[in-house]
């Protein structure tokens, strides 16, 4: 199993701009997490997912939006980019019936 | 609603000495408490959890966590500390198991001095 997945490992948005970040779990999970760490800062959830077609929002939503087609992919969009999305980006997932959370290793976002 | 405090944004200590990273949590309903540690440029693992079985938790690496409910901490000590555990500790909360939020403190950066 690679575990979870993120993609890409680093980018750089001018202000404005919009992109995707990717998240693959090859483990069947049901449950995934989209969190936000600051410098300084603990996690933060932005969205979660306890299903493939479901989705809620956590803590921080703003200025993201999120879908789940399938249950290995939850992919984080940001529609236009600001300075203060500046931040590393985690997702996690679960297993059913589980409560340890298995991160991947992060994306690096800076907006300029 | 659920928060987790993380007493000390820096801890210091020797190597072979004791290592006490402090976690007070605040939750209405009987938490779910985690300690996850960060390296560098990468993702959280966990290092142990108390899911509301034995209240003294022990985890990889020689850590354990003790959970008081009296004094709502959840303290990660190690014995004996190793070079190799600087990094950043996470105390977190969730208010239930799977699909519960968790809630995390703002970490505490362990270093390890020779």
């Known amino acids: 199993n690679a575990g979870v997945t993120q993609t890409p490992k680093f980018r750089i948005l001018k202000i404005g701009q919009s992109m995707t970040l990717q998240c693959t779990q090859d483990m069947n999970h049901n449950y995934m997490y989209w969190y936000r760490q600051d410098p300084g800062m603990g996690l933060k959830l932005i969205y979660y997912?306890?299903?493939?077609?479901?989705?809620d929002k956590g803590e921080v939503p703003n200025g993201y939006n999120v879908s789940r087609s399938t249950t290995e992919d939850f992919p984080l969009r940001l529609e236009l980019a600001a300075p203060s999305q500046t931040s590393v980006y985690f997702c996690a997932s679960i297993p059913g019936g589980a409560d340890t959370q298995y991160f991947g290793p992060g994306t690096r976002l800076t907006v300029l | 609603a659920q928060s987790v405090t993380q007493l000390g944004s820096h801890v210091s200590v020797s190597e072979g000495a004791l290592v006490l990273l402090r976690c007070n949590y605040s939750s209405s309903v009987p938490p779910y408490l985690f300690w996850y540690v960060q390296y560098p440029n990468q993702g959280l693992q966990l290092l142990l959890k108390?899911?509301?079985?034995?209240?003294l938790v022990k985890g990889i690496n020689g850590f354990e966590a003790e959970f008081k409910k009296s004094e709502t901490s959840f303290h990660l000590t190690k014995p004996s500390a190793h070079m190799s555990d600087a990094a950043e500790y996470f105390c977190a909360v969730s208010d239930k198991r799977g699909a519960g939020k968790s809630t995390f403190g703002d970490g505490t950066t362990l270093t390890v001095k020779p």
């Open positions: 997912s306890v299903g493939a077609g479901i989705t």
């Open positions: 108390y899911t509301s079985a034995a209240t």
